[in-house]
Structure formats: C-alpha cells, structure tokens
C-alpha cells in the first residue's frame, strides 16, 4: 500500500499540490459566486416583475429609429430594431475606419515634408487632436459646430442639396427592380474588367492607353444609361414639407458628428502608427528610387508605403478596433446604433438589462473578431507577396 | 616594392559647408521651389489668421466679469466670466460650499504626491510610492467622502465637476495598476486554470467597449447583488474603470515581464530564489523600469477615457460645463458653449501633453 503511494506521490508530484488545491479552490470559489448571482438575478427578476429570456425580442418595439438602411416602421419587433441599429454601427464604423486610415497616412507623409512649415503643420494637428478627450470633440461638432449651422427655414441651398442643422439633404437614385439587375450586371463587369487589365499589366508590363480610353468610354457611358434611362430608375429630389426636408438621401447631423469625432482623433493615432512604418524603412530605399527616376509622391506609394505597411498593419490593426469600439460613444448623441438603440431605449422599455447587455457585448466582440480576421488574412497576403 | 602608377594623392572633398545662418535655412527649406512657397506662404497666412482671430477673440473682446448670459452680449468674444462665475461647480459640482476647503486639502496633497514622485531631484521616491498605494486613498476616502472624525457626510451623488473626473482618473490609476499586475503574472504562470481564467478575461474585455462596460455596471450589476445590497453609482463605475484598464495595463506588463530573459529567472532559481522573491526582487524590478513610458500612456488614455463619465449620468468634468450653459442663469448662447468646450479642451490637452512629454523624456533617459 504504502509503495503504491509513494510511486503515485514522487517528488515532482508533491510539488504540485499546494498548486492544484489552489486551482481547485478558485473554481469552486468562481462557480459558488456564479450561482449566487444568478440565484441573486433570479430572485430580483421576479421582485421586479421581469421575464428572463429572449422572448421580448419578437415584440412590436413601438418606437422609431431616425436612420434605417432597411424597412422600420413602428410596428416592427425589436430584433428588427436591432439589426437597423447593428448596421448603423457596421456603417459608423466603416467609414470612420476608412476616412481615419486615409487622414492618417496624408498627415504621416506631410510630417515627412522636407517643408519645414507643412511638417510642423501636421505635428500640431496630431500633438492637438490626439489630446482631446473624443466624447469632446463628437461634442464640439454636434453642439458647436453643427448647431450653429442655419435652421429648416433658412437652408443653404445649392441645387438639389440642402444643408441646414437637421442634416444635408441629397438627391437619391430610386432604382426599379430592373434597374438593380442591370447595375448588378454592370458592377460584375467592371470588376472583371478590372482583373482582366490588372493580369494585362502584370503579364505585359504596361496597359497602353488605347485600352484606358476603351474602358472609360464603356464605363461613363454605362453609367449614362444607368442614371438617365427611364426604366432603371429615377431620381428622388429632398422636398420641403412640413418642419424638414424629405425624400432623397439624408446624411443626419450625428452621424456627420460621430464620423468627424471619431476619425479626425483616430487619424492621429493612425499617422503615428503609419509614421513608426515609415520610419522604419531605410533611407536608402527612398534613395534607390531616387536612382531610378521616381518622383518624391512615386517612390512614396510605390516604394515606402509597402513596406511600411508591413511593420504597421498589425499595430494599425488595434487602433481599428479601437474606432470600432468608440463608435459606441453615440449613445451621448443619440446617433441609433447598438450601444443607444438597444442599452438606451430597448433595455428603458423592456427592463430586459442582462440580455440586452449581452448582445450589445456579443456584437461588439463578434464585429472586432472579424476585423481582426480580415486584418490578419490581408496581412498574411503582404507578407507572402514580400516573400521573404 | 612595387612602383606605384600614380604618385599624385586624390585631395580629400572638403566636408558639405552649413551655408546660412538657421533662418537662410529655414527660408531656403520653406521656399525651395514655386509650389513649395505657395504652399508655405498659405500656411503662413492661415496660421496668421487664425492666431489674430484667436487673440482678438479670446482676449481682445473677450468678457471677463459678470454672473448672467446677458453680461456676454458679445457672440464674437469669448466668455470666461460663464467659467469665473461658475468656478464652483466646474471645481465640485454640489459638494457644500463650508466644506470647500476639504477638496483643495485633497488636491493639494495630490499635487505634492505627484511632484514628489515626477521630479527627480526630491528623494524618497519609494516612501511616496508606497503612500500612494496605502496611506492616500485612506486618507482621500475619509477626507472627501467622511463621515466620522468629526468630518460632515457628504454623499457621492452631490460630487461633481473637476472633482469626479479626477477621483475617478486617480483612483483607477492607483487601482488598475495591482491589478493589471495580476492578471500578467496570472497570464505567465504554471497553473493552467489561472492562466486560462486571466487570458480569457483579458480578450474578451479588451473586445467590449468601455461604455458597454459601463453601463453593464450600471444595469446588470444591481440586478446580480443580493436584495437590500446596494452600491452606490460612483463605486460601481470605479470598479468598472478599475476591471477595464486593469484588461489593457495587463498587456503592458506582460510585455515588460516577456522582455526579461530565461536566464534571469534560472539564476534566480539557482541561488534558491521562490516564486514570489524571484518576482518581486528581480524580474520586477527590471520589467517595470522597461515598460513606465507605457504606462504613462496607459494614464493619458485613462485620463480622456474619464469624459464618458457623462454619458452614464455622472456629474463630471465635461457635464458641468455642458449642462452649465444650460442653466437659468447661462443660458441663451451659442458662443458661451464654445468658450466652455474650448476651456475644457486645453485643461485636457495640456494635462495628457505635459504627461506624454514626461514619459518621452523618460524613454530617452532608459535608452
């Protein structure tokens, strides 16, 4: 008996205990809290009268959402409430991502200008910008600057564009269902069009201009017909009735705010994430390309950029995250994303916190995953075009 | 020996000669071509106009007395009488007006922290750090919030104003700092539950935003606490700033600790070293010095991300001002708005470029 316990306990073994009883212990410690509150929720629940679960969702929502990509109305549910505010944050975050990333690069390079004045220039935007608090900038462009733009009443007019403090009003393109199935058809070609020329360029060296001008024609005049021929759609022009404008595309005065919030901070951070890329390169490289008869702006893009990109896309890649995140900020200006529809006025009406809470996290981690995913992909792909 | 072809030396190129003085070099940089001066020229002007725009603005037709709106008749000037008048609120919001004096004890006891620890000349710098992490927050608990030694409650919801931004800054600084210590260490060490616990908690805090967090503090958390338990709205958030940051502090330190090598640990093993002095008396003491320019930064990014107090409903920084100009006495203007947004910008500003200069000054000292 004895030996069988020593052949179990060797010394490593007992070395391990203390270790594994710790280890047990916080399980058993996590686990007894993880019951106590839900025993704790679940009591409270029915003080309050609440029904767990996700029953509510499928309930008419009973209020409106002032900016919809697809069908809402007031008797819609809440999941479809959900879905709008979830493609209002997929929006939101998309364009500050793209228009961040573009700042950033234009203010990375300018801080490499060989003009001392225009290099000092973008110092202080980054040194300034960066900070600022953002829920303070968002603010300064909601309540300071946008609000003190002209009322209903008294609009800038120009054309068929309307700009006042409840947004700017553009004409939009109302296609019919033919119209979708034609433009379809033209979007496929223009990608394929452009592969093709792209694999042209890469097996013959140059495309020559005939061709250039081929595709321009075929191109404009596809989106002649597009836009001016009758059965594919017509245009729907921003009318005056009532308080505001209505019909045509309206670009609302918080998203404007949010987008000019969240990417005029975030370029800062992405030009010095663009910049460490940039400096990382050797000068010789900008030399070489000097040899060889490339302009400054050439040997830029087609030089430096990818290789700095290499060293930059992963620290770029956080920052991204980062401005997906701080698009939920909107809930300070009522702009209807997941973080205002659904932890505002979804859990207000419903009292449903925990679930409501949870998809606002759910989505949030499973929009950052993704983004990390194509960011890692499209990192991969550099690196291996690199071939090292 | 071999004769050499050529007897003649190659003279040496005489180094390039700075040619101007730094003003002929500037002028040549800034104007080395048509386009460049253009483009330098509008800066200039640019520059020019907005700094005469500004003066004229903030000084010249600036208003600097009066207690109302109608004292800032002036749209074009700035109104600092609306930040002078309110200097009360903007300091601590409700806090009574007797027991003034107990917030500037506070601040005054910080400040003297803070130098005492930035400044390097002043020695002691353990004696201040270790006060820091025990005998401040005691003493600012009692102090700010009292109760007993004879010092009158006041209540956290009657806070406000410049007060709760910079409790909430500090006191989740002081807070996430052992934590996010923790949840390295947690992520390096042997025992595979922990290290599972930390790494999960750690991304997926890291992939929710910080308002979500907070506003599950406030929704979720009162749900979860036994009946008749109740934590009061302040606590809540600072329990939640303090598990966020404590998430991002984390990675700083376990980038510190992984920049120490194998060897360090082995020979603090060889000569007999556990666990806990191995950390504690070698890799510590190493990563910290390593990672302080990080963690400054992690404090610039604590100190913005204080501004989202407003929105949960707290009454901080940002919201006195806001809400300041909504008041009976203020309201009416565009341009005091403005004046407050641009007064609170620079006291951010000047704070987190005054911390980031410090901590580039810093890296420059390690290097």
Redesign the interface.
Same mark, same amino acid.
């Given at each position: 008996m004895s030996m069988r316990r020593n052949a179990l306990l060797t010394p490593k073994r007992r070395e391990q205990i203390p270790?594994l009883i710790?280890?047990v212990a916080? #399980?058993l410690l996590?686990v007894w809290i993880g019951w106590?509150?839900?025993l704790?929720?679940q009591?409270?629940?029915e003080?309050l009268g609440i029904s767990a679960g996700f029953g509510f969702l499928t309930s008419d929502a009973g209020f409106d959402i002032s900016q919809k990509l697809i069908d809402f109305q007031e008797g819609s549910s809440y999941l479809q409430a959900m879905i709008a505010a979830y493609l209002n944050t997929i929006v939101l975050a998309l364009s500050g991502i793209l228009l961040c990333s573009v700042l950033g690069l234009i203010v990375a390079f300018t801080r490499f200008s060989?003009?001392?004045?225009?290099s000092l220039?973008a110092e202080l935007y980054v040194?300034?910008f960066?900070? #600022?608090?953002?829920?303070?900038q968002i603010?300064?462009w909601y309540?300071?600057v946008i609000?003190?733009l002209p009322s209903v009443r008294n609009s800038h007019i120009l054309g068929s564009v309307v700009l006042n403090n409840r947004g700017l009003f553009l004409p939009a393109f109302q296609f019919t269902f033919f119209g979708v199935l034609v433009s379809a058809g033209l979007l496929i070609c223009v990608v394929a069009a452009i592969i093709i020329l792209y694999r042209k360029k890469t097996t013959y060296g140059r495309v020559d201009r005939k061709t250039w001008i081929w595709v321009l024609i075929v191109l404009s005049a596809s989106l002649a017909i597009l836009l001016f021929g009758g059965p594919l759609g017509k245009w729907e022009l921003p009318v005056l009735s009532g308080f505001t404008y209505r019909g045509g595309l309206t670009i609302r005065p918080e998203f404007v705010a949010m987008l000019a919030g969240l990417s005029v901070y975030n370029s800062t951070f992405m030009s010095e994430i663009f910049r460490s890329g940039i400096i990382s390169i050797s000068k010789g490289q900008h030399e070489a390309a000097e040899t060889v008869g490339l302009s400054g702006i050439k040997s830029n893009l087609l030089i430096v950029l990818p290789q700095a990109l290499r060293v930059a896309i992963p620290p770029a890649g956080g920052q991204l995250?980062i401005v997906i995140?701080?698009?939920?900020?909107s809930?300070?200006i009522a702009y209807p994303d997941i &973080?205002s529809v659904i932890?505002g006025t979804i859990?207000t009406q419903t009292s449903q916190? #925990?679930e409501c809470?949870f998809i #606002? &996290?759910g989505l949030?981690?499973a929009t950052?995953?993704t983004l990390t995913w194509l960011l890692n992909t499209y990192n991969g792909f550099i690196m291996r075009r690199g071939g090292r | 020996m071999p004769e050499s072809k050529t007897n003649t030396f190659i003279e040496a190129m005489t180094p390039p000669v700075r040619e101007g003085g730094p003003l002929g070099r500037?002028l040549k940089?800034?104007f080395?071509s048509i386009p460049?001066g253009l483009?330098?020229l509008l800066?200039?002007g640019g520059?020019g106009y907005l700094l005469i725009h500004l003066v004229s603005w903030g000084i010249v037709s600036a208003q600097w007395t009066g207690t109302t709106a109608k004292s800032c008749s002036n749209p074009d000037g700035a109104c600092w009488s609306f930040i002078i008048a309110r200097w009360k609120p903007i300091l601590a919001g409700q806090y009574p007006v007797q027991e003034l004096w107990r917030i500037f004890l506070f601040f005054g006891i910080l400040t003297i922290l803070i130098i005492w620890i930035a400044i390097r000349r002043i020695p002691g710098k353990s004696w201040a750090l270790v006060s820091l992490w025990t005998v401040f927050p005691i003493i600012s608990y009692y102090l700010l919030i009292g109760g007993s030694f004879g010092l009158s409650h006041v209540p956290t919801n009657n806070w406000g104003g410049l007060l709760v931004t910079v409790v909430t800054a500090v006191f989740t600084m002081i807070s996430t700092l052992p934590f996010g210590l923790l949840l390295a260490l947690g992520r390096m060490s042997?025992?595979?539950?922990?290290r599972l616990?930390c790494i999960g908690f750690v991304e997926?805090v890291r992939?929710?935003?910080?308002?979500?967090f907070l506003?599950?503090a406030a929704?979720?958390f009162?749900?979860?606490?036994?009946?008749g338990v109740n934590i009061d709205l302040f606590a809540r958030t600072m329990i939640a700033f303090m598990l966020f940051n404590g998430s991002m502090t984390s990675e700083v330190f376990r980038g510190g600790l992984q920049s120490i090598r194998r060897e360090q640990y082995d020979a603090a093993l060889t000569v007999g070293l556990g666990w806990f002095s191995t950390m504690a008396f070698i890799i510590l003491p190493q990563a910290i010095k390593t990672i302080v320019p990080a963690l400054v930064n992690c404090m610039?990014i604590i100190i913005?991300?204080?501004?989202?107090l407003?929105?949960i409903g707290l009454f901080d920084f940002?919201a006195t001002i806001?809400f300041g100009t909504e008041s009976p006495d203020w309201i009416g203007g565009?341009h005091i708005?403005?004046t407050g $947004?641009i007064f609170?910008?620079a006291v $951010?500003?000047i704070t987190?470029?005054v911390l980031?200069k410090y901590s580039r000054r810093f890296e420059g000292q390690i290097k």
């Open positions: 270790a710790f280890q916080i #399980i996590l106590k509150m839900v704790n929720a009591s409270n629940l003080r060989k003009n001392p004045v225009l220039v040194e300034t960066r900070n #600022i608090p953002l829920l303070l603010f300064f309540f300071g609000a003190s995250q995140k701080a698009s939920s900020l809930a300070a &973080m932890g859990i916190a #925990i809470m #606002i &996290m949030f981690l950052n995953l | 500037f940089r800034s080395s460049n483009v330098t800066l200039l520059a042997n025992m595979p539950v922990i616990l997926i992939g929710i935003p910080l308002l979500a506003f599950s929704t979720i009162p749900l979860v606490l036994p009946e610039i913005k991300e204080t501004s989202v407003l929105v940002i806001h565009h708005l403005l $947004y609170t910008a $951010y500003m987190c470029s980031s």
